[in-house]
């Protein structure tokens, strides 16, 4: 055989492997849009759970809300926690008047608080029932995507942000996962965004927040799993609540209450998920790109939407 053959043969096996290592890609990313949302039968939360008490933060509005009233649709017992008292009330009284069934307790909490001690009555209180599923779903944004030192609020709200995107998940995971493990179940579900998936920048502490999230959950998930704990977490795109600041196509920004049906169904299905069909659409879409290329489109999207932000501002 000559050179010239045998390069031609190598070229060949090589462009066949390229090919099939992009169907695969391709195929695993189909399976990730389909299989959780349509095919894959739903999972038994109280038998992961174990236990009656689920408990929520951020729950008196947006996404957190609608899981507290999904879970209680779903015959658990509800802990609700917020900033806002009067929020907080109201919430339980529409939960218990839907579900009569349902014991729902809350606990007023400001997770903008930096220490320790600030947590211990409320880990008292969680230390009082036996708590099967946390969803850490509280979480606050930046008012307007801007350059780190040009954050509206300066030093002090990113130090706020940060503190409340990051603390809360550790130290609740780390006080209910003591109780779950002697248990062998429980179920932890951690609400982070898209922003994880991609260095987006004008949203810097969100997005790295945001990421630390996911980060910390593929490593509890490694951490407890043997011990029988469900560790999911959530990389949602935009959904119709008081955080968002896009205003997208309807079928791309879901209400909270259609998302959270839809990422409720995906538990002990998949560990990390968009949560919702048309977000998996666009986050696999966006993952087939080359990193520094999707980085580079959020970077100019951004900007926009800053742009256009400080234009309606100043009209
Ligand atoms: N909406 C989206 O498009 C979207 C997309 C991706 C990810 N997410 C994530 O989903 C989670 C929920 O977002 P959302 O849109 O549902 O938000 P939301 O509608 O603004 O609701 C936020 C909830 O958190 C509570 N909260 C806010 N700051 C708090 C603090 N410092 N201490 C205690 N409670 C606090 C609020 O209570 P008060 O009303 O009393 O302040 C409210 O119950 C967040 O982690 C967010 O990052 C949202």
Redesign the pocket.
Known sequence: MEWSDAWSIILFILGYLFLALIALRLLASLYRIVAPYLLCPRRNLHARAGARWAVI?????????AYAFELAEQKFDIFL????AS?LVTTKTEILEKFPGVKVEMCA????VPTFEDYQPLLNELASIDVGILVN?????IDCPEKLYEVEGGGEALA?IST??TLPVIILSSAVLEQMVKRKAGVIIN?????ALNEMAYWNV?SAG?KFMLHLSNILRQEYSVHGITVQCV??????????IVDGAEFF?PS?TKFVKSALRTVGIVDNTTGYFAHQIMSEMVGLMPHCLSNRLFAIFNRKLRESIHAKRNQ
């Open positions: 933060t951020g729950a008196t509005d947006g996404i957190g809300k926690v917020s900033r806002t929020k909490f400001d997770f903008t779903n509280v979480g606050m944004a706020r409340c995107n609400i982070s965004s898209m922003a969100y945001k990389t949602p795109g935009g959904v119709s609540t008081k955080l968002k920004e909270a």
